[in-house]
């Protein structure tokens, strides 16, 4: 069963850019990409853009309307994610703990309906 783990995150909670412990961050999600990769459970993932360079899309009374930025406003937003081959939600639910965002934002995963 597939599992997409979005990972979200406030840009306050997280190590700053250049630091030590922002390469510790990205050496952990490098380590879990291997780690599922060598599970044959990794089909996909990566990071995104900073929220700033997101375009919102909806359709209303017929009309595309586009916004700059994300379409909820929240302290968290969501930052990358993985798609995860797996047998049942357990396993989904432990990897998803493996994954660095899980120690300062929030994982969510959600089952993936495959058409």
């Keep these: 069963m597939q599992y997409l783990a ?4 406030d840009p306050a909670a997280e190590p700053a ?3 030590p412990e922002f390469e510790e961050l990205m ?7 291997a780690f599922l990769k060598e599970q044959g459970a990794f089909k996909g993932g990566d990071g995104l853009q900073p929220v ?5 899309v909806r359709i ?4 595309v309307e586009t916004m700059d930025g994300p379409f909820a406003e929240t302290k968290e937003y969501l930052g990358g994610y993985y798609l995860m081959e797996v047998p049942d939600l357990d396993t989904a639910l432990k990897y998803a703990a493996m994954i660095p965002t899980a120690r300062y934002g929030t994982v ?3 089952p993936v309906m495959v058409f």
């Design 6 to 9: 979005l990972l979200y995150t």
């Design 17 to 19: 850019y250049g630091t």
């Design 27 to 33: 050496k952990g999600y490098f380590a879990f990409t």
């Design 52 to 56: 700033e360079t997101a375009t919102s």
């Design 60 to 63: 209303r009374g017929g009309k």
């Design 108 to 110: 969510e995963l959600r």
